[in-house]
């Protein structure tokens, strides 16, 4: 099984308690731990893949309660570094349909120092990018592109999700969608939010925006769609898979579950890489991707949502 590496920021969701309130009317907050990347690499172990964080907490007790979330979920976190400054924090409150309002205080994501040894362990194996705060500037982005590149000279299995937060880049839309087209071009996966294709392609159309990245250079993107399922888009192959039928009380995690559940998928490939080839695995694949998405939207909070394989396999049968 292949290790899939998850670069990116890990953080303290303080979540609304009263579901349906806008965050001005808020006032009462639960901690939960977040970040998209860490998130998958938690769907990823959950599963029993062999995932990897890399990202920087501060030296608090939020930090710690953050990496012990990660132990706790067998990711392992030997390259997690710490900072004096003080853990990012995320506000977040959840409309009654489950969907998520943002506000960030960013503290020691962005303090992540390239590592040089990092690389030795690309060779063959996977890595993940989730660039929710990773293209804001700074030491972070530094980093993130160096991985890249080391990703790309080690021939890596890349895979790349831009996580949109319109909060962070008001006004700066443009800025955003230059940088991810250089990821777009030269990763093997992309996932997309249906708005994200939008406007990393410019088209309204769905289908017509995955051809115009499939000439940036994107070759397996799938677009995920909430309860309608994902649709799944390769040069060869353009169709939406329907998810399962559930009740959704909170969608936080539910993209990172199916992508961490994708990629568990692919790593345990001997060739990563062959799945570009193979249209009808790829369809079990997102299929199964789907209803750990699609779990994960049943229960509060995301880590604690995150499906372990016989779930995903019980509710699939
Ligand atoms: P995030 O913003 O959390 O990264 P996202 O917008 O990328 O998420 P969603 O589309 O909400 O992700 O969900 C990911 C996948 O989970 C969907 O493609 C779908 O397969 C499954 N899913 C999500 N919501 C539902 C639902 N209400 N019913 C069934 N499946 C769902």
Excluded at 42 to 66: E, H, W, Y
Excluded at 90 to 110: H, Y
Aim: hydrophobic fraction near 40%; include cysteine.
């Amino acid at each position: 099984m292949k290790t899939i590496y998850c670069i990116g920021e890990l953080l303290i969701d303080f979540v609304a308690e009263k579901q349906g309130n806008d965050l001005s009317k808020a006032d009462e907050f639960t901690k939960k731990a977040g970040g998209a990347p860490a998130n998958v690499a938690c769907a990823i172990s959950k599963l029993g893949g062999n995932s990897r964080f890399v990202g920087c907490v501060g030296r608090d007790p939020f930090g710690t309660f953050l990496l012990n979330i990660l132990e706790e979920n067998k990711v392992d976190i030997s390259l997690a570094q710490r900072s004096k400054h003080f853990t990012t924090l995320a506000f977040v409150s959840l409309a009654e349909d489950g969907e998520r309002d943002f506000v960030f205080s960013r503290g020691a994501d962005k303090k992540l120092t390239y590592d040089s040894g990092v690389k030795n362990g690309f060779n063959g194996n996977m890595v993940h990018f989730g660039a929710a705060t990773a293209l804001l500037g700074g030491k972070l982005e530094d980093a993130y592109n160096r991985y890249f590149f080391d990703a790309l000279t080690k021939e890596s299995f890349i895979s790349f999700d831009p996580n949109f937060r319109g909060d962070l880049w008001k006004g700066e839309e443009e800025i955003f969608v230059k940088k991810c087209r250089s990821f777009i071009e030269k990763s093997h996966l992309c996932k997309f939010s249906m708005e994200e294709a939008q406007l990393l392609s410019g088209e309204d159309d769905i289908e017509k925006a995955c051809d115009l990245m499939h000439d940036l250079g994107a070759q397996i993107i799938t677009v995920t769609l909430g309860g309608e399922g994902t649709l799944i888009s390769t040069p060869n192959l353009k169709t939406t898979v329907p998810s399962i039928h559930v009740k959704p009380v909170d969608t936080t995690g539910a993209g990172d579950a199916f992508i961490g559940c994708l990629l568990y998928q692919i790593s345990t490939l001997s060739k990563p890489e062959v799945i570009l080839e193979n249209s009808d695995q790829l369809l079990d694949m997102i299929k199964k991707a789907n209803v750990a998405g699609a779990v994960t939207t049943t229960n509060y909070g995301a880590i604690p949502s995150l499906p372990t394989l016989d779930e995903v396999e019980n509710r699939l049968s």
